[in-house]
């Protein structure tokens, strides 16, 4: 398998949703980096979070920016493309290559806009699951997310335990809060209130929800942050002036940076693709399958490694220690770290010493016992 490919398969039955619905010719966008070796034991799949891709390292060519988790992905670093196997893909619903309401509806011809079907984490990872599958590979080293990257590394364990080897959930969560599901919730009408989303069918129109998904995402932004990290960047600074302006423009450092990230976000990111994702977030609830959470996991095999951040109050840690205990039930091979940030949710994109040094020593440990 040759290194940096970047490609799409088209499945060749029907995928079942769990709505009902079957979602035919689905389209599945991944890239992958590094190189599969012989024995075809050194592939991590990893998952990205609500507004990631399948870019996660190197440079993003629809943004010519550093791929999401660069600091992580690449040779010699972390998760080092000179041992591993990366596989990467666009989650369905999105708007990077894979089948999503941007996409064209094979029965129509037309773009599907709010026709494309409701899905959910678990239609996600099995849309994953098949692209697996079609690279030839029978069991995956490790899956490795974070945020919904990590409730789809945790979807994994439960749909498909004997395809993978480790699972690694990093700052998520088994479940949606009901908190979670309220800044959503704002989100989605902020998008639906903009009178240019016209009921989802803005595609052939000179107009884009622009100002509804701007909104959407920097009120999402803030979940992303800790207050003591906003406080100690911006504080209560103001943008340019030393005095108020005394009118609505923008007074606050804080008010610009948002309104930045609102913008730079519209321009790459599909608002349907976020309504149908955010809810797809929603919907997730391991407790909520048959026999709970403890019966999901039972008997696991798996190794888990779960990363959560002092300061994340999106995914708390209370929420893995949950998990946790469930796993602990069924004495499953479970580690786990709590790193000490003031950098809230996002700590998981960023740089963090311990985290890169333990997820490390992880890894290299299941390396040994595999004999990659």
């Known amino acids: 398998m040759n290194s940096n490919i970047e490609e799409k398969i088209v499945l ?10 079957n979602l035919v010719n689905c389209e599945i966008a991944f890239k992958t980096y590094g190189k599969l070796n012989k024995k075809k034991n ?20 629809i943004t010519n920016k550093r791929g ?31 089948s999503g309401p941007s996409s064209i509806n094979p029965k129509t011809n037309r773009v599907f806009g709010m026709n494309f079907p409701v899905i959910t984490i678990g239609d ?11 690279l030839g590979i029978n069991k995956l080293f490790a899956v490795i997310g974070g945020s919904m990257g990590g409730m789809q590394a945790l979807e994994w364990a439960v749909s498909f335990p004997h395809k993978v080897d480790s699972v690694v959930p990093i ?19 902020a998008i639906m209130a903009d009178p240019d989303w016209f009921n989802g069918n803005y595609y052939n129109k000179k107009k884009y929800p622009k100002r509804g998904l701007s909104v959407a995402r920097m009120i999402a932004h803030i979940t992303y942050l800790s207050e003591s990290a906003l406080q100690r960047k911006f504080g209560r600074n103001l943008q340019n002036s030393k005095f108020f302006s005394f009118d609505f423009k923008t007074d606050f450092q804080i008010e610009s940076y948002l309104q930045h990230q609102g913008i730079s976000f519209v321009e790459r990111f599909d608002a349907n693709s976020y309504l ?26 798996l190794k888990f490694c779960f990363f959560t951040f002092t300061s994340d109050w999106l995914f708390p840690t209370s929420e893995t220690k949950t998990i946790i205990k469930s796993l602990n039930k069924s004495d499953a091979k479970v580690s786990f770290v709590e790193i000490k940030t003031d950098k809230g949710h996002d700590a998981f994109l960023l740089d963090d010493p311990e985290f890169h040094s333990t997820l490390r020593g992880f890894l290299y440990g299941q390396i040994k016992k595999n004999r990659i």
């Open 12 to 21: 060749k039955e029907s995928l079942k949703l769990d709505s009902g619905s």
């Open 42 to 61: 050194n592939a991590i799949f990893i998952c990205h979070a609500l507004t990631g891709d399948q870019f996660c390292t190197e440079k993003n060519p």
């Open 68 to 98: 999401w988790w660069s600091v992580l992905v690449g040779p010699g670093k972390v998760i080092d493309t000179n041992i591993f196997f990366v596989i990467c893909s666009n989650v369905l619903g999105g708007c990077m290559g894979s």
């Open 124 to 134: 996600m990872v099995r849309a994953q699951e098949k692209l697996v599958q079609s």
């Open 171 to 189: 700052a998520a969560s088994y479940r949606h809060s009901a908190q979670n599901i309220a800044f959503h919730e704002i989100g989605r009408q």
């Open 276 to 301: 149908y994702i955010t809810k797809a977030m929603d919907y997730f609830d391991l407790s909520q399958k048959k026999g709970g959470l403890s019966e999901s996991l039972k008997d696991s095999k």
